[in-house]
């Protein structure tokens, strides 16, 4: 069972930085897709960045140019570099792992607060 614990939220001010990391209790080489989904309250959750483990990476509009998602297979970690964060960032973030192992699985983390004050 793939086990994943995020790390590195806060409380920034606007146009802030933070970087989140999320470490597997596998390795990820073998994971097909990991990604940054958030939830802000009262909202469904959403994905924010994706990335492959072939690299290619997916962002939705609203950060593309402010965020980076990066993979270290030899540190089994998934980041999420954010700069120029803005309130509307706010939510607890979570990292998924997706893979195939007979068929398609899935596994979350527990999530991390990412406050951003304006």
């Known amino acids: 069972q793939v086990q994943l614990v995020e790390s590195g939220g806060g409380l920034v001010q606007a146009g802030g930085s933070l970087r989140l990391s999320c470490v597997a209790s596998?390795?990820?080489?073998?994971?097909?897709?990991m990604g940054w989904h958030r939830q802000a309250p009262g909202k469904e959750r959403e994905l924010v960045a994706s990335?492959?483990?072939?690299?290619?990476?997916n962002y939705t509009d609203s950060v593309k140019g402010r965020f980076t998602i990066s993979r270290d297979n030899a540190k089994n970690t998934l980041y999420l570099q954010m700069n120029s964060l803005e309130p509307e960032d706010t939510a607890v973030y979570y990292c998924k792992a997706d893979w195939v192992w007979f068929y398609k699985r899935y596994a979350w983390g527990q999530g991390t607060q990412v406050t951003v004050s304006s």
């Open positions: 596998v390795s990820i080489s073998s994971i097909n897709t």
């Open positions: 990335i492959t483990n072939s690299g290619s990476t």
